[in-house]
C-alpha cells in the first residue's frame, strides 16, 4: 500500500501537467483559425541581405595637451609673486613665479665686481706692456684671470635668472601647487602649464592591431562626454610594446574643438578588414524585454522569429543569428502581430 500510494503522487501531477499540455495546444489551434478568419494586415517588407563592412577594433584613451610643461623651481627661496590662478591664459615670456633669494643676489653682485676688477687689471697691465713696463707673462695671467671672472659672473647671473620662472609657451594653467610665501626647493613643481589649443589622444593599441597603423592615418576619434566625433591623426606610434599589457602606445593629433578638454575619456575606432554580414532595416526588429524578434513571411502569413543583433549600422541592423539571407522581413505594422497573421504586402 506505501509504494502504491507513492506512485499514485507521482503519476497524478504527471496526468496533470499532460491534460494541461492538451488543452493548451487546442486553444492554439482554435486561434489559429480564428487569426486566418481575421481580415489581413497591410505590410511593408524588405529582403535580408549580405554587405561588405569594414571589420572596427576600438580602444580607448585620454585627451592631452600636445605642449605640457610642469614649472619647477631650480633655486631654493621663498616665493613671493604668482601672479597666476587655476585658468589663468599666459603668453610666452609672461611670470609665472618669483623667488626671494638674497644669497644668489650678493653672489651676482660679488662676480659682477670681481669681473669688473679683472677688466680693469687686464687694461692696466695691456697699458704697460706697450711701454715695455710689464711682460707678456703677466698681461696672460691677467687675460686667464679676466676670463674666470667672466665665468663667474655668466654662473652668477644664470642663477639669479632662476629666481624669476616665466611661461615657455602660450597656455592654460591647469594645475597650481604653491601659493606666495611658500618655500620652493630644487625640482619642487609649482605649477601645470598646458597648450589648450593642440589637444591630442593618448591611447594604447594591442600589438596585433598597431601594425596595422602608420604615422598620417587618419582613425575616428569620439568623445562621448562632449558629444564630439571628428578624425584624429596619427603623430607617433612607439616602435616596442609594453611587455605587461601587449599594448603599444599611440598619439593622434586633433582638429581644434571649443568642447574638447584635456583629461577627456576618449574612443578610437580602428579599421579591420572588411566582412560580410547579413543586415535588415531597424525598423523591422521588435524588442521584447531582452530578446529581439523579426516576423518572416511565409506565404501571406507572419512567422515569429528569434534573432540575435549585432551593430546599428545608421537604420541597418546586423543580424547575427536566426536569418538567411533572402529572407522577407516586415519592416512597419509590426508591433501587433502575432505568429501566423495573415498579411496584405504593399509596395
Known amino acids: 500500500m506505501p509504494s502504491l500510494l507513492r506512485c499514485t503522487q507521482f503519476l497524478l501531477p504527471l496526468l496533470l ?9 487546442g486553444s492554439e489551434a482554435a486561434a489559429f483559425v480564428a487569426k486566418e478568419d481575421a ?3 497591410a505590410v511593408t517588407v524588405a529582403t535580408a541581405s549580405e554587405q561588405t563592412l569594414p571589420a572596427l577594433a576600438e580602444v580607448v584613451g585620454t585627451i592631452q595637451a600636445a605642449e605640457r610643461a610642469a614649472i619647477a623651481a631650480k633655486v631654493t627661496g621663498v616665493i ?16 609665472l613665479v618669483a623667488i626671494s ?28 706692456l706697450q711701454k715695455n713696463a710689464t711682460t707678456a707673462e703677466t698681461v696672460k695671467s691677467m687675460q686667464d684671470l679676466h676670463a674666470i671672472a667672466q665665468a663667474g659672473y655668466r654662473e652668477a647671473k644664470a ?20 601659493t606666495s610665501g611658500d618655500l620652493a626647493m630644487p625640482g619642487t613643481i609649482l605649477l601645470q602649464l ?10 594604447a593599441v594591442p600589438e596585433s592591431i598597431v601594425l596595422r597603423l602608420h604615422t598620417g592615418d587618419d582613425l575616428t576619434v569620439m568623445v562621448e562626454t562632449a558629444e564630439v566625433t571628428t578624425r584624429g591623426t596619427i603623430a607617433e606610434i612607439a616602435p616596442a610594446a609594453d611587455p605587461r599589457s601587449r599594448t603599444a602606445m599611440v598619439i593622434l593629433d586633433l582638429p581644434a574643438d571649443p568642447d574638447l578638454r584635456t583629461g577627456q575619456f576618449a574612443r ?34 507572419a512567422r515569429l522569429r528569434l534573432v540575435r543583433t549585432g551593430m546599428d549600422l545608421h537604420g541597418l541592423t ?8 533572402g529572407e522577407v522581413v516586415v519592416t512597419t505594422n509590426n508591433r501587433r502581430l502575432v505568429n501566423g497573421q495573415r498579411l496584405r504586402i504593399e509596395p
Open 17 to 25: 501537467a499532460l491534460d494541461l499540455l492538451t488543452s493548451s495546444s
Open 39 to 41: 481580415p489581413p494586415v
Open 80 to 95: 613671493t609673486r604668482m601672479p597666476v590662478v587655476l585658468g589663468s591664459t599666459v603668453q610666452t615670456g609672461d611670470l
Open 101 to 128: 633669494a638674497e644669497e644668489i643676489a650678493a653672489r651676482f653682485n660679488q662676480a659682477e665686481a670681481q669681473l669688473a676688477q679683472a677688466r680693469r687689471n687686464l687694461d692696466r697691465e695691456q697699458h704697460l
Open 159 to 178: 642663477m639669479l635668472g632662476y629666481t624669476t620662472i616665466t611661461a615657455p609657451f602660450d597656455g592654460v594653467v591647469t594645475q597650481k601647487m604653491a
Open 194 to 203: 598646458e597648450n589648450s589649443r593642440k589637444l591630442q589622444v593618448r591611447t
Open 268 to 301: 578610437v575606432r580602428i579599421p579591420g578588414n572588411n566582412s560580410k554580414t547579413l543586415v535588415i532595416p531597424t525598423t523591422a526588429i521588435v524588442p521584447a524585454g531582452q530578446m529581439d524578434r523579426v516576423f518572416v513571411v511565409e506565404g501571406d502569413h
Open 318 to 325: 546586423e543580424i547575427l543569428s536566426g536569418l538567411n539571407p
